[in-house]
């Protein structure tokens, strides 16, 4: 049984950082490409961030660009958000997700991730 389990949410004040962490189990994660979406309330679910098997392939939401950075740790299976420079419209609930290759697709939507976390919430107060 696959599990992601996601953590490092909370409450930061706008310009501020915050780290979260996946922690995954039940799957090969060497193997598996990994994302970071997240969903505002009365909005869809959006893309993040995804990283390749290896972790030497990253690609971000336009918003994020320059401001978020994911990584990950194999030996560790877990994935990182390094969330830099918050703003308040990144307020979200923020949810991992994996992949059963080890690519990210050119358009990495939500019907291209096999497996989610439960979320994780952030707020940034303004």
């Known amino acids: 049984q696959v599990q992601l389990v996601e953590s490092g949410g909370g409450l930061v004040q706008a310009g501020g950082s915050l780290r979260l962490s996946c922690a995954a189990s039940g799957l090969t994660f060497s193997n598996s490409a990994m994302g970071w979406f997240r969903q505002a309330p009365g909005k869809e679910r959006e893309f993040v961030a995804t990283?390749?098997?290896?972790?030497?392939?990253?690609y971000y939401a336009d918003s994020v660009k320059g401001r978020f950075t994911i990584s990950r740790d194999n030996a560790k299976a877990t994935v990182y958000l390094q969330m830099n420079s918050l703003e308040s419209e990144d307020t979200a609930v923020y949810y991992c997700a994996a992949r059963t290759t080890p690519w990210y697709p050119s358009n990495p939507g939500v019907e291209e991730y096999q497996y989610w976390g439960q979320g994780t919430q952030v707020t940034v107060s303004s």
């Open positions: 990283i390749t098997w290896s972790g030497r392939n990253t």
